[in-house]
């Protein structure tokens, strides 16, 4: 190296640190290699190889989402770069940070239609926040800072491209830097007390309110349960912020629509006022979720959220925590009401369903039983990685999560694949947590030549597959929508022979009876550094279906038939529609009448 000199690769790398970048996920090749030679010297930052490029892509998201740093993926030019696609798309509907790199042909050989050359950047324009292609090496740092910076500052992925050629090159020491460590603290805007003083009338005034929790107060459990309590307001949360709240407040009715619990589903439309906290629920609009709502206040750190949702009769810009503590601290505090009640009866007529079902202790094992014993041999701070099928929707039903755990899958792009790469993202941040993986076995089959690299860097992680030999997902909604139950069923390999084959410890399950003992083991071994895959052949039972019109109890809206029928399938004798609580307080149904 020339006397005050650096290579444009290893300029790149110290900008990254200044981001508090650890490690770069992926795979290498020929149009990394300036890249790969700059991480060969690097005391500071970790290549973590993976066995396909979208799980570096989904465990550099991940990252992020489990309160890490900026993740950074790389996938070489052409095919390795295109398979990072999932994680970047996921990134921009999660409102993530992702920083993209790609690899190219040096520059000297674009524009020929060369080997590998494609046009990448467009591949990404509706989505990334910031998509250049490096311009000449000593840029290189300056783009890299800046990708990092958007990415931050705009919360979604960043994509670079740069031509291989330009990482060799030697630049000026001095003629770079990284923005990383400037301050950027961000100091919440004070609320405005109109809006705050009109949000207080509406609940004084309400008389079924509902907090609606999202997201953006994930960090507020405690403040908007003490809320709830105060104005006997039940909380529905979003399928994302389970872990905000401690599961078994009386008040806490889970999440509406499909993944989600009855209670949420009924209360919302019996409600008549929402305080909606930090919350973007999509399908409240596509679902027509608050049409029997007529008060509605909305709470958003930004101000693009404001009123997306629903006309407005308050609007607080501002805190999730700040603006529920100064409601708090104004509202008038409420009795127990008929509302309250019937609420906090109805929510716990469905907790007994879950945990009969659960609690079974003899037969052929269904996910319910598998969900029992997690939670029995969890830690109390696990971090669960969790994918899209079931395990989602059954994950918020059936996971008894408090504000010590993390919790996180692909919510809104929802792909599938994304448990076993947030794992390993997990556990390399948090190597004294425990890390569960939840998924199914479609989505395991997508991803497991990867288990290798939990065992393979050390990072033991506890995977459960629920196989049940379907995409049952799918099946799932295929019984309400379709004529054949086509394409949705698959033979599985043996994963217990598939872990062991990577040099983790692999189990099978298929009897209640067994699953204590099998999960006992797994944890034991997980705490002495094992990895370890629970193959738990479920049944292929359809967990509840709770959302409109699905959800057939009540009298008002279903033959006697169609309710036996409903019952007989789900177990679920014991369930009692809402209305029915309503009316044992002396109340009318809002939804049916
Ligand atoms: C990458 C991707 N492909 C397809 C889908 C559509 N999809 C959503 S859930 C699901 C089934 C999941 O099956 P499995 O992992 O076996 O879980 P199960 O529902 O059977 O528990 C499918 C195919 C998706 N969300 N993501
Ligand atoms: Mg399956």
């Given at each position: 190296?020339?006397?005050?000199?650096?290579?444009?690769?290893?300029?790149?790398?110290?900008?990254?640190?200044?981001?508090?970048?650890?490690?770069?996920?992926?795979?290498?090749?020929?149009?990394?290699?300036?890249?790969?030679?700059?991480?060969?010297?690097?005391?500071?930052?970790?290549?973590?190889?993976?066995?396909?490029?979208?799980?570096?892509?989904?465990?550099?998201?991940?990252?992020?989402?489990?309160?890490?740093?900026?993740?950074?993926?790389?996938?070489?030019?052409?095919?390795?770069?295109?398979?990072?696609?999932?994680?970047?798309?996921?990134?921009?509907?999660?409102?993530?940070?992702?920083?993209?790199?790609?690899?190219?042909?040096?520059?000297?050989?674009?524009?020929?239609?060369?080997?590998?050359?494609?046009?990448?950047?467009?591949?990404?324009?509706?989505?990334?926040?910031?998509?250049?292609?490096?311009?000449?090496?000593?840029?290189?740092?300056?783009?890299?800072?800046?990708?990092c910076r958007a990415a931050i500052a705009k919360k979604g992925?960043?994509?670079?491209?740069?031509?291989?050629?330009?990482?060799?090159?030697?630049?000026?020491?001095?003629?770079?830097?990284?923005?990383?460590?400037?301050?950027?603290?961000?100091?919440?805007?004070?609320?405005?007390?109109?809006?705050?003083?009109?949000?207080?009338?509406?609940?004084?005034?309400?008389?079924?309110?509902?907090?609606?929790?999202?997201?953006?107060?994930?960090?507020?459990?405690?403040?908007?349960?003490?809320?709830?309590?105060?104005?006997?307001?039940?909380?529905?949360?979003?399928?994302?912020?389970?872990?905000?709240?401690?599961?078994?407040?009386?008040?806490?009715?889970?999440?509406?629509?499909?993944?989600?619990?009855?209670?949420?589903?009924?209360?919302?439309?019996?409600?008549?006022?929402?305080?909606?906290?930090?919350?973007?629920?999509?399908?409240?609009?596509?679902?027509?979720?608050?049409?029997?709502?007529?008060?509605?206040?909305?709470?958003?750190?930004?101000?693009?959220?404001?009123?997306?949702?629903?006309?407005?009769?308050?609007?607080?810009?501002?805190?999730?925590?700040?603006?529920?503590?100064?409601?708090?601290?104004?509202?008038?505090?409420?009795?127990?009401?008929?509302?309250?009640?019937?609420?906090?009866?109805?929510?716990?007529?469905?907790?007994?369903?879950?945990?009969?079902?659960?609690?079974?202790?003899?037969?052929?094992?269904?996910?319910?039983?598998?969900?029992?014993?997690?939670?029995?041999?969890?830690?109390?701070?696990?971090?669960?990685?969790?994918?899209?099928?079931?395990?989602?929707?059954?994950?918020?039903?059936?996971?008894?999560?408090?504000?010590?755990?993390?919790?996180?899958?692909?919510?809104?792009?929802?792909?599938?694949?994304?448990?076993?790469?947030?794992?390993?993202?997990?556990?390399?941040?948090?190597?004294?947590?425990q890390v569960w993986n939840i998924m199914g076995d479609g989505?395991?089959?997508?991803?497991?030549?990867?288990?290798?690299?939990?065992?393979?860097?050390?990072?033991?992680?506890?995977?459960?597959?629920?196989?049940?030999?379907?995409?049952?997902?799918?099946?799932?909604?295929?019984?309400?929508?379709?004529?054949?139950?086509?394409?949705?069923?698959?033979?599985?390999?043996?994963?217990?022979?598939?872990?062991?084959?990577?040099?983790?410890?692999?189990?099978?399950?298929?009897?209640?009876?067994?699953?204590?003992?099998?999960?006992?083991?797994?944890?034991?071994?997980?705490?002495?550094?094992?990895?370890?895959?629970?193959?738990?052949?479920?049944?292929?039972?359809?967990?509840?279906?709770?959302?409109?019109?699905?959800?057939?109890?009540?009298?008002?809206?279903?033959?006697?038939?169609?309710?036996?029928?409903?019952?007989?399938?789900?177990?679920?004798?014991?369930?009692?529609?809402?209305?029915?609580?309503?009316?044992?307080?002396?109340?009318?149904?809002?939804?049916?009448?």
């Amino acid at each position: 190296m020339s006397q005050g000199k650096i290579t444009a690769s290893a300029a790149m790398l110290n900008v990254l640190k200044t981001w508090g970048v650890d490690t770069i996920y992926g795979i290498p090749s020929g149009t990394l290699s300036s890249l790969m030679d700059a991480l060969a010297e690097d005391q500071d930052i970790r290549f973590l190889q993976v066995r396909h490029e979208e799980t570096g892509a989904l465990a550099a998201l991940m990252q992020a989402k489990f309160g890490g740093s900026i993740g950074v993926c790389v996938g070489s030019g052409g095919p390795g770069a295109t398979h990072l696609i999932n994680g970047i798309y996921d990134a921009a509907m999660d409102a993530t940070p992702l920083l993209a790199i790609l690899g190219s042909r040096p520059v000297n050989e674009l524009n020929m239609d060369a080997f590998q050359e494609l046009n990448q950047n467009p591949m990404y324009n509706g989505v990334a926040v910031y998509n250049k292609r490096v311009a000449y090496a000593s840029q290189l740092p300056k783009v890299i800072d800046e990708a990092c910076r958007a990415a931050i500052a705009k919360k979604g992925p960043a994509v670079v491209e740069i031509p291989v050629n330009f990482g060799f090159e030697e630049i000026d020491e001095n003629s770079y830097y990284g923005s990383g460590t400037y301050d950027r603290t961000f100091v919440a805007p004070a609320l405005n007390e109109v809006e705050v003083d009109k949000a207080v009338e509406i609940l004084n005034n309400a008389k079924r309110p509902v907090i609606y929790a999202g997201f953006g107060g994930v960090g507020a459990g405690d403040v908007v349960t003490e809320l709830s309590r105060k104005i006997k307001a039940p909380i529905i949360t979003t399928g994302k912020n389970f872990e905000a709240f401690e599961w078994n407040y009386e008040g806490l009715t889970g999440s509406a629509y499909r993944v989600g619990w009855k209670s949420a589903n009924e209360v919302i439309f019996e409600a008549d006022t929402v305080l909606f906290l930090g919350c973007n629920f999509p399908f409240s609009e596509v679902y027509n979720t608050f049409k029997n709502v007529e008060k509605f206040i909305q709470v958003d750190i930004d101000p693009y959220k404001l009123g997306k949702r629903h006309a407005l009769d308050a609007s607080i810009l501002g805190d999730v925590k700040v603006a529920a503590a100064a409601i708090l601290d104004k509202v008038n505090p409420v009795e127990s009401t008929p509302w309250w009640r019937a609420v906090v009866k109805n929510n716990q007529n469905w907790r007994d369903y879950m945990n009969k079902l659960e609690g079974k202790t003899e037969g052929e094992l269904q996910l319910y039983q598998v969900y029992n014993a997690i939670n029995k041999y969890a830690d109390e701070n696990a971090i669960y990685s969790i994918d899209v099928g079931n395990s989602t929707q059954t994950s918020t039903r059936h996971l008894h999560m408090t504000p010590k755990n993390m919790w996180r899958t692909s919510p809104l792009f929802a792909t599938m694949g994304i448990a076993l790469p947030g794992g390993i993202a997990a556990k390399k941040d948090n190597p004294d947590r425990q890390v569960w993986n939840i998924m199914g076995d479609g989505a395991f089959g997508m991803c497991y030549p990867d288990v290798i690299t939990n065992v393979q860097y050390n990072l033991p992680v506890i995977n459960v597959v629920f196989s049940n030999s379907e995409y049952a997902f799918i099946k799932n909604k295929y019984e309400d929508t379709n004529k054949h139950l086509f394409g949705v069923d698959f033979t599985n390999p043996d994963y217990k022979m598939i872990a062991e084959a990577q040099g983790a410890v692999g189990f099978t399950v298929d009897r209640i009876e067994d699953i204590d003992a099998v999960m006992k083991e797994a944890v034991e071994l997980n705490k002495q550094g094992k990895t370890v895959v629970i193959d738990a052949r479920i049944t292929q039972h359809r967990p509840i279906p709770v959302e409109a019109p699905e959800l057939r109890l009540d009298p008002k809206a279903y033959s006697a038939e169609e309710i036996a029928a409903y019952k007989e399938k789900y177990e679920a004798e014991e369930l009692v529609p809402f209305r029915l609580f309503l009316e044992e307080e002396g109340l009318e149904s809002r939804n049916y009448q």
